[in-house]
């Protein structure tokens, strides 16, 4: 049993779902995480689904909930609209939704969206991990913010403030690549973790910094290189991801300039991938692990509506 329990954080994506009870100084008591993504509820289902975990946990019916991800969204189980850009990064937070409906009382955090038709954008989670990355940072927190991942997110901030934001699709391209495209053959095989300083991804991350116009071009060239000159699966796995990593980074400096040091959240293999693109880009970094970002955003973010529930910090 949580009795000890201040706030319930959830964080509900597509495919994943995960769930701590939070004390009364914000900090995790347990974790409990399962494949019950929006992808596999039925819309009618989210409230049996979420109790059914919260029994599993032991949470009393009248200790709160704020969630953030998927959830908020059309599909999900009731939408929480987008906060417009600029916005403050405690602005969605603030625009918490609660659900209709339910004797406990559940928060949906918004997402965070760019209205304008040339730069048309969304997000849905990244907010609060922002929010989490601004609770440990404060003002330390600005300038060009990278979170990569399946949709990688390029945030500017500003004094607490996000300025602009865009998406690329680079982990789903390389995996769409090897999956159903003509370069599945090349990629076949590979195994391992790409080596961040290794000759085909440095030269890929150049290529794409040197030459974004071929950048097409450039991937396709992995096949016949392939074919006529025996370019090996791993290698041919690490020039791709340095191509793909090396044309963001280029779109990032294309729509944002020189904004001083990037703040990398991420860790692992993919952390130590971009630290090294950034590196050769010419820009400076301090790499932030993203793990708990998101229950610090949502503590955070609970904070500011119950905060009676929680110790004055």
Known sequence: MHNRAAVIAVDWGTSHLRMWPLDRSGKALDCRKSADGMRTVAKNDFAAVMDQHLKALGVPDDIPAIMCGMVGSRQGWQEAPYVSVPCNIGDPALGAVKIKNTARDIRILPGIANRSTENADVMRSEETQLLGLAD?????????VCMPGTHAKWVRVEEQRVLD?????????????????????ALD??????????????????QSLDEPATVLN??????????????NNDDAAAFISGTIIGQDIAGAKARFGDTGTVTLVGSGHLGALY??????????????????????GLAHAARLIWPERFNTI
Do not use: C
């Not at 440990?136 to 060009?144: D, E, T």
């Not at 450039?218 to 370019?231: E, G, Y």
């Open 189 to 206: 095989g590979a195994g391992g973790d790409i080596n961040a300083d290794g000759n085909m991804f440095v030269e890929g991350v150049k």
């Open 218 to 231: 450039r991937l396709f060239s992995v096949r016949p290189k392939s074919l006529l000159h025996d370019l």
């Open 136 to 144: 440990q940072m404060g003002n330390a927190l600005s300038g060009l």
């Open 275 to 296: 630290t090294s693109a950034l590196k050769i880009a010419g820009l400076s970094s301090q790499i932030v692990s993203g793990d708990e970002l998101a229950v610090a």
């Open 165 to 185: 934001f865009f998406t690329s699709l680079s982990g789903e391209l390389f995996a769409a690549l090897g999956a159903a495209s003509v370069l599945k053959h």
